[in-house]
């Protein structure tokens, strides 16, 4: 069974400050891995993805096979930061979406 | 163009009740996927159709079911419905599935159960 872990609920970092937020994934095969982000009022969005290797508002994320980790950083926060991350992973295909249950961001200005 | 559309956005039902929602994908999208956000929780996948078949469920009691149009518009169902169904029910769309990140989300409808 495919799982996502995110340990943290709450992340709260100063302005300016880096932001590292956690995810840790369980699934035997190769995954696809994404992270969505959800600003206050707003829909769940597509933040990046790890095939794209992209850098989107600052972030990146690096997908460790070994330690079947792909934590989402920023090395200097911004006030328009603050939201809720969630960590997905899908085996690709036409397979489900497994989504963590969320860190919310909290950037103190 | 348009976004994924849900409706209602809010619906207060007692418990025993049932209740539909509704939910409009993208025009083009043939796949859509639902899933219940909770605090505690976070989100669960419910469900994804995929030209009027489902083609992967959750981990969900038979009381939740759904289905899809031929215009891919999508329903969910709830029938006797418990406290614990308290949620925001989300809805994606997407141009075949799988692959999450071509999914868009709509804005959810947000179940209330007394």
């Known amino acids: 069974a495919q799982r996502v872990t995110q340990p943290e609920k709450l992340l709260s970092v100063f302005k300016g400050a880096p932001v590292e937020l956690k995810c840790n994934y369980s699934y035997s095969g190769s995954p696809e891995l994404f992270w969505y982000v959800q600003y206050s009022r707003q829909r769940l969005q597509l933040l990046l993805r790890?095939?794209s290797r992209e850098s989107i508002k600052g972030f990146t994320a690096d997908l460790n096979k070994g330690e079947t980790s792909f934590h989402l950083k920023k090395p200097f926060a911004q006030e328009e930061d603050s939201a809720m991350y969630y960590c997905?992973?899908?085996?690709?295909?036409?397979?489900?979406?497994?989504f963590g249950t969320g860190t919310k961001l909290q950037v103190i200005p | 163009k348009a976004g994924v559309t849900q409706t209602p956005r809010y619906l207060i039902k007692t418990r025993g009740q049932q209740v539909t929602l509704s939910c409009s994908p993208i025009?083009?999208?043939?796949?859509v996927s639902w899933y219940q956000q909770t605090p505690g929780q976070g989100l669960q996948f419910l469900f994804e159709y995929f030209s009027e078949t489902q083609r992967n469920k959750g981990n969900f009691p038979g009381r939740f079911s759904g289905r899809q149009f031929s215009n891919s518009r999508s329903e969910m169902n709830v029938s006797t419905l418990e406290l614990g169904d308290s949620a925001l029910y989300l809805c994606?769309?997407?141009?075949?599935?799988?692959?999450?990140?071509?999914?868009?989300f709509g804005q959810g409808t947000r179940l209330t159960v007394v």
């Open positions: 994606a769309s997407s141009l075949s599935g799988g692959d999450a990140g071509e999914a868009f």
């Open positions: 790890h095939i």
């Open positions: 025009s083009g999208h043939r796949s």
């Open positions: 997905a992973l899908s085996s690709g295909g036409y397979q489900k979406v497994t």
